[in-house]
T-cell receptor, first 115, second 115 residues
Framework: DVKVTQSSRYLVKRTGEKVFLECVQD?????MFWYRQDPGLGLRLIYF???????EKGDIPEGYSVSREKKERFSLILESASTNQTSMYLC??????????????FGAGSRLTVL | AQSVTQLGSHVSVSEGALVLLRCNYS??????LFWYVQYPNQGLQLLLK??????LVKGINGFEAEFKKSETSFHLTKPSAHMSDAAEYFC?????????????FGQGTRLTINP
C-alpha cells in the first residue's frame, strides 16, 4: 500500500511565524498535492507538483509556497502564518499522468492552529 | 467548470437502517467520480470510484454508488448502517490540470449512526 506520511499531526504556532509542513510518500508517485480542509468547504487545492522541482498553483495558493527537491518529499511553507490559516492540511500523491481514474492517496493530515 | 454538490451536511440514521448520501455533479465531459471517507482524526480513504466501466460501483465496507447520467448524480448507499460507519464522507470529481489530475471535492456529509 502507498503510504503518505505527514510528520506533524498537530502544530500550534504564533502569528508571523514561518511554518513548514512536511509530507513524504514511499511509492514513487510523481504527483503530489497539498489540500486545505475547512468545515463546510470540503477540501481545496493549495499547490501541486507533477515532478521534482516543478510546482503549480492550485485554487487557493495565496499565503503559501511549496518545495519539492526530492521525488518523495513535498513541503508546504507558510512564510508568515496568520490566524486565517488555522486549518487541517492534507497531503496526497498519485501516479503520473492525466488519467482521471488515478487515485489520490492521502496522509493523515496536519492540524495547524495559529494564535 | 467541473464540480460536485453534496446535499445535506449532516445525515443521521439508526443502526441497521439504509444509508443514502447524495452527490450531484456538473461536468461537460464524462466524469470520473469518487467517494472518500474520513474517520475522526484520520486522512481520507477511498471508498469507491466511477470510471465509466459500470454504472453501479461497489466499494469497501458494503458501500456502493450508482452513476445516473440523466440525473447527474452519484449517490452513495449502504443497505444496513453500522456504528463503525460514523464518519465524514466526501464526493469528488477528477479535473485535468497541468500534467496531472486534481480532485474537486464537495462540502462533505457527516454521517451519524444512532444506536
Amino acid at each position: 500500500d502507498v503510504k503518505v506520511t505527514q510528520s506533524s499531526r498537530y502544530l500550534v504556532k504564533r502569528t508571523g511565524e514561518k511554518v513548514f509542513l512536511e509530507c513524504v510518500q514511499d511509492m514513487d508517485h510523481e504527483n503530489m498535492f497539498w489540500y486545505r480542509q475547512d468545515p463546510g468547504l470540503g477540501l481545496r487545492l493549495i499547490y501541486f507538483s507533477y515532478d521534482v522541482k516543478m510546482k503549480e498553483k492550485g485554487d487557493i495558493p495565496e499565503g503559501y509556497s511549496v518545495s519539492r527537491e526530492k521525488k518523495e518529499r513535498f513541503s508546504l511553507i507558510l512564510e508568515s502564518a496568520s490566524t486565517n490559516q488555522t486549518s487541517m492540511y492534507l497531503c496526497a500523491s498519485s501516479l503520473r499522468g492525466n488519467s482521471g481514474a488515478n487515485v489520490l492517496t492521502f496522509g493523515a493530515g496536519s492540524r495547524l492552529t495559529v494564535l | 467548470a467541473q464540480s460536485v454538490t453534496q446535499l445535506g451536511s449532516h445525515v443521521s440514521v439508526s443502526e441497521g437502517a439504509l444509508v443514502l448520501l447524495r452527490c450531484n455533479y456538473s461536468s461537460s465531459v464524462p466524469p470520473y467520480l469518487f467517494w472518500y471517507v474520513q474517520y475522526p482524526n484520520q486522512g481520507l480513504q477511498l471508498l469507491l470510484k466511477y470510471t465509466s466501466a459500470a454504472t453501479l460501483v461497489k466499494g469497501i465496507n458494503g458501500f456502493e454508488a450508482e452513476f445516473k447520467k440523466s440525473e447527474t448524480s452519484f449517490h452513495l448507499t449502504k443497505p444496513s448502517a453500522h456504528m463503525s460507519d460514523a464518519a465524514e464522507y466526501f464526493c469528488a470529481v477528477s479535473v485535468p490540470i497541468q500534467g496531472a489530475q486534481k480532485l474537486v471535492f464537495g462540502q462533505g456529509t457527516r454521517l451519524t449512526i444512532n444506536p
